[in-house]
């Protein structure tokens, strides 16, 4: 069975870092009723990546890995980076862990819509009580500058 999380994205066309924050979308059917919800504003709105894309194989010649280095579940932020290693992207000592982008992954990042525009977006959604989190924490994001997107973990 497939895990779907809400993501806050920082993505700078070369380091990707997948914030914290990251929420579960449960249960299936009310997860079901807000993506068409989202869909319906605008098509790119939240755009579905299944998370094996993310990080690149070993080779660099195939999109993704027949096992997901990480787990979305786990605590901290997750970085991904088109660098050749991903710790030069970030002198920072106490930087999270990080893996090698697949090109198709930075693609995808790349179509996204900005922080921005998804924030403009958003003015005009409404969601059912229940779902309610789900659509605050996509405005607290897209206003403190992040993109989301939704990452399907198998």
């Not at 990251?22 to 997860?31: G, K, Q, S």
């Not at 921005?116 to 958003?122: D, K, S």
Request: proline share 6%.
């Amino acid at each position: 069975m497939s895990d779907f999380w809400l993501v806050p994205l920082s993505w700078d066309g070369e380091t990707a870092l997948l914030g914290a924050e990251r929420l579960r979308l449960e249960p299936e059917d009310l997860r079901m009723r807000f993506l068409e919800t989202m869909g319906r504003i605008h098509p790119r709105l939240l755009m579905m990546f299944k998370a094996h894309l993310l990080p690149e194989d070993e080779s660099g010649e195939v999109c993704g890995t027949e096992e997901l280095p990480f787990a979305l579940a786990q605590s901290g932020d997750i970085r991904l980076s088109t660098a050749a290693e991903p710790s030069e992207t970030m002198a920072v000592a106490d930087a999270p862990p990080g893996w090698r982008l697949s090109h198709c992954a930075e693609a995808y990042l790349n179509r996204m819509l900005t922080a921005r525009e998804a924030a403009a977006l958003l003015r005009q959604a409404e969601a059912e009580p229940e779902a309610e989190r789900w659509l605050n924490a996509m405005r607290t994001w897209t206003a403190d500058g992040r993109q989301v997107i939704l990452l399907r973990e198998d």
